[in-house]
Each structure stands twice: as C-alpha cells, then as structure tokens.
C-alpha cells in the first residue's frame, strides 16, 4: 500500500479530534460512577449504562453499538474518553466487530483516546476483530494514566472468510499506548502485518492458531503478583499458546495469546479478566450479560 492509501498512526500524545463518541464519566458522592457527558454520531449508539460489579464500588458498565455493520473501506472511526477521579468504568462493545472487504485498497482507522484519572479504575475491553478477506485496518488506542490509577486494556482479532476459501485479511497496523497525562510513555506496543505474513510466518506447529489477542493491566499493584496470576489462569486452558510478562518499569503486565479459534480465545481472556479482578478488587467480576466474551 502506498503512503497516501494507508496513513500511519504514530505513538504520540494526540487527543482524538471531532471523535464519533465523546464520553466523560464522573464519580458522585456515593461513589457512584455516572455518565456526566455524551456525544455519539453514526456508526455508533451506547446501550443504557448499568451497574454490576461489587468491586470496585461504583463501577459502571457502558457497550459501545454499531449500527452500521462494522467496518467499512476508507471508514475512519474515533472515540475519546475521560474517566474523572476515582470513577470506575468498564467500557466494551456488544460483540465481535465485522472489518469488510476492501477491494480498492484503501484502509479503515479507529482512534482511541482514555484518559484515567487519579484513583480510577478503568477497564477498555472491546471484543474481537473479524477480518474479511482484503480487511485493511488500522488501529491506535491510547491511553494517558494518572496517580494511582488502573488501565486494563485488550484487542484481539480472527480471521474469517464467508466463501470458506481460506483467503486472508489484506493487512493490520495494531499500536498501544500507555503514558502519563504529561506524554511520557509508559509502555509501547506496535506490530504490523499483512494476511499472508500472518498466515504463513508461524511455524507449521502453531499454524493452527487463526486468532490473536493482547491483554494489558496497568497498575500500581505488585507486577510479579500480577503476572504470576495471569501464568496460573492460562496455565491449564488448551487450545491457546500464550505468554505473560512484567512490562518495562514494572508499570504493570501484560499477556498475548494465539488460539485455535475465537472460543478458545474467549476462555483464555476471559480467565486473565477474572483473575485479574480478583487480584486487584478481591472479588470475581460478574457477565456482562452479552454475546461476547466476558
């Protein structure tokens, strides 16, 4: 792909700007996380917000909708997000995101910017990307974490071809970001692939794994606690060749699995999630009572 065809998304501090969803949440005196402002346009809708957890106390619930079908040739898509002082937000989607077909060989973005106030507990945790055969995306999610609070983050995607002809997604740019509200990078991850290379680069013994997901916490919390919980829930799961490690500065951890297939990747997220909760709140997190995987 040329220059012009596929924009590059750089690892820098930019605020997203006119974002199709603009959200910012605040924590009332009961400790109640409330939605205090909203802005959504097309492609996107919110479900009604709603509370489940026990812990962290307050915490609210909010899945971001497609209304149009997924995602679309030259689509550029945005989202910003401010989580205020000590509110806590689980912030997710309503399943798996179809990524279609391009066949003039122009991409799709999304931009992605959070902003975790001090003492807040934040958690992005969209599911899956499904990648049509010549899917071109890209994707930048950052997120500027204050004192003392919690980021948990995941991306992941499969492939699948409607005409079962084994075609593969045309290309993906993935870039993660963590930093501190003044731009100092916490943690960086960035990969970029084309189907083929994704396809063919595995060694024969791990080309069974058609689909991939990324796991982040970070926390002030102990990381060789952390990632001695993550090792232990992903331990005894089949299906799934996945590791765990400390990230750089003992900023937090972090996880990335391949596996068989979107279920097997549903369970091994599924169990970091959980154990994840439990290390950090002391309580295991309810469903969120939706078809995807958590």
Known sequence: MSPESSPRLLAEPCPVTSPQVALSFKRAPSGQTFLARQRTTYPFTLTQPFSLDRAPHGMLTLMLQSISGGVYE??????????????????????????????????????????????SFVEYLPDPLTLFPQARFRS????????????????????????????????????????????????????????????????????????????????DHAAEELVTILRTALGPLPDIYAGASILPHNAGVWMRALAVDAVALRRAFHAAWSAVRVCLTGVKPPSRRKSGWL
């Open 140 to 219: 930048a999610v950052h997120i500027a974490v204050e004192e003392g609070a919690t980021a948990i983050s995941g991306d992941a995607f499969g492939l699948h071809d409607p005409e079962a002809l084994a075609r593969p997604f045309g290309s993906i740019f993935n870039e993660t970001v963590f930093q501190r509200p003044d731009g100092q990078r916490r943690c960086l991850d960035r990969f970029e692939m084309t189907g083929p290379e994704f396809v063919d680069s595995l060694p024969p013994a791990l080309r069974r794994y058609q689909t991939q997901g990324t796991f982040w916490v970070v926390s």
């Open 74 to 119: 030259n689509e550029h898509l945005a989202l910003d997000c401010s989580v205020e002082a000590g509110a806590g937000v689980h912030l997710t989607t309503q399943g798996a995101t179809v990524v279609h077909s391009m066949r003039e060989g122009r991409v799709a973005t999304q931009q992605v910017f959070i902003r975790a106030g001090k003492g």
